[in-house]
């Protein structure tokens, strides 16, 4: 796809009608306060800070008493992390120098819900430093309340089609969560675009590095307000099928994806939460450089799946690519999608063990779903996609999975990468595709693999079938679970299929 893989150089100058922050410098509007109102930063200082930084800093892996902050400096530099119960009395709680992507763990804060940090940094050869805002994040809701969290699906951030309108609306669903404050964010995947490649450059790691930092730098106002989970969704390109391409067998997308995603983003580790995650012991090649080697990022812990508790529910975010069809072609039947078999076994034992009162697993798409290509418009083209949702539960490994969800008292299956809106259920279940900030393909509606997985919109309740960009609220309380779709743009081709202002709760349901 033409312009796919630009730099990030290039990218910013062919941003064409949005402009470059005068703020941040990035290729956003402005940068915003929660509150709406343009930042109140220092612009000096910011400028400084980005020298200072490849990747500014993100609040992730929430716990009970704390979270990790992440940043990628820019060459040596010395950094110290704040933190406390509140914005005017905070402590450094850790300090280093180096040159290396940071990790640093707050967790002294066992007895508040919410934790105010923020980091400082200077080079090793200056004496001024460089502050960060102070922001804040919120620990584990205990049981017995309530909180939110923000479903944000398939930006696809890097295509070209959202250098206009796309990027603009990005970032008011930034905003939007922003304004909301989640207890955190999950991305249903389609966010880095590791996948697309240039025709006119040779896929690299180096092209991975500048997807990754790309998306991090144009996520950074929300990346460190609201912690936040990735479900890996084929555009991160770290499927089974993209482990080894090209005619000599010399393009490791899976590899230098998992690498780069690693180094750019943090998703739990096995030991962070107590329902564990994938640590099968992997170990990259360290006699071929060509697929990572022995890169630390190349190995187990691989963060593609996980699972934690929050108040009175469970999250279990699966990763249905990077088992299906290694080394080989994409599926050419839905029943080529495969957890594998740790993975599989996991889900059961994570959904058997807990007893929380909600039971969400979270998916890119349904490990299966319909025979149509990506466009739904051609079922013989040998490429199974993954779409639709409920239609599917008993198609391929879906079936197990369902099984499992109704065992164990799994109420919920949550996923994206249909890019509409969509609450259906079957056999109990509620399937709920997530919707999409940016823009949605209009003629999508009427493909015949759209009508097979979704019915014909127009003799369904409109409302639980959407074409307006938002993002998916949640609000978990210990008695009740509530939906709503915010619609937070206008798509660029009015593909709406409802009327519905900006700033809208399009549509709401709740399961008591
Ligand atoms: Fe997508
Ligand atoms: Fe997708």
Redesign the pocket.
């Known amino acids: 796809m033409d312009g796919e893989g630009t730099s990030r150089r290039s990218f910013m100058v062919q941003a064409g009608t949005v402009a470059l922050c005068a703020v941040c410098g990035l290729p956003h509007l402005s940068c915003k306060e929660a509150d709406g109102t343009k930042a109140k930063g220092p612009v000096k200082s910011r400028k400084k800070l980005l020298k200072l930084l490849d990747v500014g800093e993100g609040v992730f892996r929430p716990t009970s008493s704390g979270a990790t902050i992440h940043w990628v400096p820019n060459g040596e530099i010395e950094s110290e992390l704040w933190a406390g119960n509140s914005s005017s009395d905070m402590n450094i709680v850790n300090s280093t120098v180096s040159s290396e992507p940071i990790e640093m763990t707050i967790s002294e804060f066992a007895d508040t819900r919410e934790v105010f940090w923020k980091v400082r940094h200077r080079r090793v050869d200056e004496d001024r430093w460089t502050s960060s805002a102070t922001r804040s994040f919120k620990t584990r809701c205990p049981a017995g309340e309530s909180f939110q969290v923000a479903l944000f699906a398939?930006s696809?951030f890097y295509s070209p089609k959202n250098r206009t309108e796309g990027l603009r609306n990005i970032q008011e669903c930034m905003n939007a969560v922003r304004r909301s404050r989640p207890d955190f964010c999950v991305f249903l995947g389609?966010e880095a675009g590791v996948q697309f490649v240039n025709e006119s450059k040779t896929p690299s790691q180096a092209l991975a590095r500048e997807r990754w930092q790309a998306w991090r730098d144009f996520m950074a106002p929300m990346l460190a307000d609201v912690p936040s989970f990735l479900v890996l969704?084929n555009?991160e390109g770290e499927a089974g099928y993209y482990r080894d391409q090209g005619r000599t067998g010399s393009v490791f997308l899976q590899r230098w994806g998992t690498i780069e995603r690693k180094r750019h983003y943090l998703n739990p580790l096995s030991t962070t939460y107590a329902e564990g995650g994938e640590n099968q012991n992997w170990k990259g090649n360290d006699k071929s450089g060509a697929t990572g080697g022995a890169d630390e990022g190349n190995c187990s812990p691989l963060q593609n799946y996980f699972a934690w508790t929050w108040g009175d529910a469970l999250f279990v975010v699966l990763d249905v690519h990077r088992y299906t069809n290694p080394g080989k072609s994409t599926p050419t039947v839905p029943e080529e999608w495969t957890l594998g078999r740790a993975q599989l076994r996991w889900l059961e034992q994570v959904l058997k063990k807990s007893d929380a009162r909600w039971k969400f697993v979270v998916a890119h798409h349904v490990v299966g779903g319909s025979k149509w290509d990506a466009n739904c418009k051609d079922a013989d083209t040998g490429y199974a996609y993954g779409r639709g949702g409920a239609q599917y539960a008993r198609v391929g490994e879906q079936a197990k999975i369902t099984s499992l969800m109704k065992q164990y008292g799994s109420q919920f299956f949550l996923y994206?990468?249909d890019?509409i809106f969509a609450h259906q259920q079957a056999e109990g279940i509620h399937f709920v595709c997530c919707g999409r900030p940016t823009r949605v393909p209009n003629r999508w509606i009427g493909q015949p693999g759209f009508v097979e997985a979704y019915g014909d919109h127009r003799a369904r309740d409109p409302h639980d079938f959407i074409m307006d960009v938002g993002y998916t609220r949640l609000t978990v309380g210990p008695d009740k679970v509530v939906f709503e779709y915010i619609k937070t743009g206008m798509d660029p081709k009015g593909a709406e299929n409802i009327k519905a202002n900006v700033g809208d709760v399009v549509h709401r349901f709740e399961v008591t």
């Open positions: 398939d696809h389609d969704g555009h994206g990468h890019h």
